[in-house]
T-cell receptor
Framework: DTGVSQDPRHKITKRGQNVTFRCDPI?????LYWYRQTLGQGPEFLTY????????KSRLLSDRFSAERPKGSFSTLEIQRTEQGDSAMYLC?????????????FGQGTRLTVV | GNSVTQMEGPVTLSEEAFLTINCTYT??????LFWYVQYPGEGLQLLLK?????DKGSNKGFEATYRKETTSFHLEKGSVQVSDSAVYFC?????????????FGQGTTLQVKP
């Protein structure tokens, strides 16, 4: 297994357009997370899936954001009507189900620039 | 709510110097504590972790001890190398929720000069 992969690595879009990012987790991991990281800050939690169920969403996830994990494998994060404030690195992570000390494995992220 | 505070960077050291990066947290109960590292051009990687009070996590010469009494998890290394130059993130996973969700500090950039 090559780890968590994200596609695309970079995305430049015009304000108002919709964008979709994909995350492929480590295959045996049933937990999947999305985080957002802005320059000079640590990652901020957006949402969490256990298998195909979305179990938690941050208040950061406005109604323009939607995430899916249809078969409990890969996940997509869609941003509708993008705004300049959406420019950030979007990180995906996956882990096995376990206690709070379970390691999360991160992808390299998708860098979004809204112009 | 739960939060993590790290010392501000950047931290610039000469090779073989001693490193300390301070991290304190606010959380109810007994969270799990982590240090993640982000090397240039790479994704976040787990460096070390501790899951209960007085535990010491260690890896690649780095150490951190879970101090419940001071709510701290400071990262230390006795002799840094140029290859340690990276951004270091302290994080916690709350014991009150078993989701594994991480709360990160803002990160500390370390630059090691030869």
């Amino acid at each position: 297994d090559t780890g968590v992969s994200q596609d695309p690595r970079h995305k430049i879009t015009k304000r108002g357009q919709n964008v979709t990012f994909r995350c492929d987790p480590i295959s045996e991991h049933n937990r999947l997370y999305w985080y957002r990281q802005t320059l000079g800050q640590g990652p901020e939690f957006l949402t969490y899936f256990q298998n195909e169920a979305q179990l938690e969403k941050s208040r950061l996830l406005s109604d323009r954001f939607s995430a899916e994990r249809p078969k409990g494998s890969f996940s997509t994060l869609e941003i509708q009507r993008t705004e300049q404030g959406d420019s950030a690195m979007y990180l995906c992570a996956s882990s096995e189900q376990g206690t709070g000390g379970t390691e999360a494995f991160f992808g390299q992220g998708t860098r979004l620039t809204v112009v | 709510g739960n939060s993590v505070t790290q010392m501000e960077g950047p931290v610039t050291l000469s090779e073989e110097a001693f490193l300390t990066i301070n991290c304190t947290y606010t959380a109810t109960g007994y969270p799990s504590l982590f240090w993640y590292v982000q090397y240039p051009g790479e994704g976040l990687q787990l460096l070390l972790k501790a899951t209960k009070a007085d535990d010491k996590g260690s890896n690649k010469g780095f150490e951190a001890t879970y101090r419940k009494e001071t709510t701290s998890f400071h990262l230390e290394k006795g002799s840094v190398q140029v290859s340690d130059s990276a951004v270091y993130f302290c994080a916690l996973s709350a014991s009150s929720s078993n989701t594994g969700k991480l709360i990160f500090g803002q990160g500390t950039t370390l630059q090691v000069k030869p």
